[in-house]
């Protein structure tokens, strides 16, 4: 294999360059041959061999598209030449039966060239009823087409009109929806600016949270509290409290009994005197104070 491939042919290679010469002078002839006929000049350009593939494809469909554009102009001349001479012949026949165009009525020449218009509008070989019947027929099929065509594209056309219709109720819609979220473009850019500041301070809070939740975790571990000291040791603990409150109320009631009893006399005794003195010694003062005030009157 890699002999293949390093190895070439020399024949190979020498038909190859030779192919691809003869189709450069191949499109080289070919585009002086369509330039000169322009009249201009082949402007340069490099010879590629992409561009030689292309312009050598192009120059083989036009040189047979010019044969056989040849080939119908040449069959075309040869009917024109023929229906010259049968015109001659026919022309020849009219004058010699005295029917000859220059002696024909104006109306009668009239008639025949319409005659022979609708013919050539109808495309018949000639001027037979036969032919007109036949053209008439055609005529007739291709109008029940095209009126057939008609119908199938002016539904086409409702139907598009429909959609057209819709499309412009919901293009309608949409500036409508547009406008209206235009106009709510300012309230909803302040409404979340607030937001914006409202998540700033519940951020803020969040920190201050986190830090009491911190501290309280914290005192709680301070205080010894553990995670048992759950929710129903709590309940119990209460209930616990009130069957101890239910049993001190009469130990406490007996307790206040005791404390509204009468005091010792012994001690109520030495009070009474206490407020004794005082009170005499309240009304001693009083009677200085008024003999004083006396005295300084005078």
């Known amino acids: 294999m890699s002999d293949i491939i390093s190895g070439s042919d020399p024949s190979v290679i020498e038909s190859k360059s030779n192919f691809d010469s003869g189709r450069i002078s191949d499109v080289k002839a070919w585009l002086a041959s369509q330039f000169d006929a322009a009249g201009k000049d082949v402007p340069d350009f490099e010879y590629t061999p992409r561009t030689i593939a292309h312009l050598h494809n192009l120059s083989t469909l036009s040189q047979a598209k010019t044969q056989a554009a040849g080939i119908v102009a040449t069959d075309f001349r040869q009917k024109a030449a023929e229906y010259r001479c049968q015109a001659a012949r026919v022309r020849e026949i009219l004058e010699n039966v005295g029917l000859a165009q220059e002696g024909l009525p104006s109306n009668v020449v009239a008639s025949a060239q319409c005659l022979a218009n609708v013919a050539n509008l109808l495309n018949t070989r000639d001027t037979e009823l036969s032919s007109f019947l036949v053209a008439m027929g055609d005529m ?34 949409l500036k409508r929806t547009l406008a209206q979220l235009e106009d709510d473009v300012a309230p909803c850019e302040a409404q979340m600016e607030n937001w914006k500041t409202n998540l700033a301070i519940m951020v803020s809070k969040e920190r201050q949270y986190l830090q009491q939740y911190s501290n309280y975790k914290a005192l709680l571990n301070c205080v010894g509290y553990t995670p048992e000291i759950s929710h129903g040791v709590l309940v119990e603990m209460a209930e616990h409290r009130k069957d101890l409150e239910k049993k001190t109320k009469p130990i406490l009631d007996t307790l206040r009994s005791y404390q509204d009893l009468p005091p010792d006399k012994a001690l109520a005794a030495l009070a009474i005197e206490d407020k004794k003195r005082q009170y005499a010694a309240a009304e001693k003062h009083l009677e200085d104070v008024l003999h004083s005030a006396l005295a300084t009157s005078e």
């Open 140 to 173: 007739s099929l291709r109008k029940t087409g095209v009126e057939e065509k008609r119908a199938k594209v002016q539904k086409e056309s409702k139907i598009l009109l429909d959609y057209t219709r819709k499309a412009i109720a919901r293009l309608t819609y």
